[in-house]
């Protein structure tokens, strides 16, 4: 869990028992994401920072800081090797985890990126943004696939289906919305 204090704690969710805490953030943590493959933890704050954990011995491996201001999402794509986060400026950023170092820096969306995800397949990123809209990008250029419309304030959370043929998404308007996938 990530916390208003700037840590991040890491439960037996079975016996409830605290097992870590990692410390390491000046601001709150806003965002984690456990890596598919279960070796890393990335956590996002409003320090700017992306910091990259090892998962086993709760050491720091990376620090990437980013030119974004709050960074409000993280997410591992399925082979591990890419992560995205989205920040409070409406700026994605993808980054290679081997190295640090940013890939592509995706700017459409005109407001904060409150949620993001990659689909099962590891090809398109989905963004939710407090601009009303949702977001497709192709994970491996950048470029924009196409955009969808449907709430009438934020849109706080996105979806996916295993299979990745529906995109559910909630927003700040109270409503839930399905999609197939374009």
Do not use: C
């Not at 410390?23 to 070796?39: L, M, R, W």
């Not at 620090?63 to 999402?73: E, F, G, V, Y």
């Amino acid at each position: 869990s990530g916390s208003w204090d700037g840590t991040i704690k890491i439960w037996n969710f079975s016996s409830k028992e605290l097992l870590q805490t990692l410390e390491g953030h000046s601001e709150i943590v806003n965002a984690i994401a456990i890596s598919p493959d279960g070796q890393f933890l990335a956590s996002g704050s409003k320090d700017n920072q992306i910091k990259l954990w090892n998962l086993a011995t709760g050491k720091l491996v990376r620090t990437i800081n980013t030119n974004s201001l709050s960074i409000l999402s993280v997410v591992f794509s399925p082979d591990s090797q890419v992560l995205a986060s989205s920040s409070s400026d409406g700026m994605i950023n993808i980054w290679n985890l081997q190295t640090g170092q940013l890939i592509h820096s995706l700017k459409e969306h005109i407001d904060g990126v409150w949620s993001i995800i990659i689909t099962p397949n590891g090809k398109t990123l989905i963004s939710g943004s407090w601009d009303k809209t949702i977001k497709f990008w192709e994970l491996s250029t950048g470029k924009l696939k196409g955009s969808l419309s449907g709430h009438n304030s934020y849109v706080s959370a996105v979806a996916i289906s295993p299979d990745g043929q529906t995109i559910v998404s909630g927003g700040w308007d109270r409503k839930i919305n399905i999609w197939k996938v374009p």
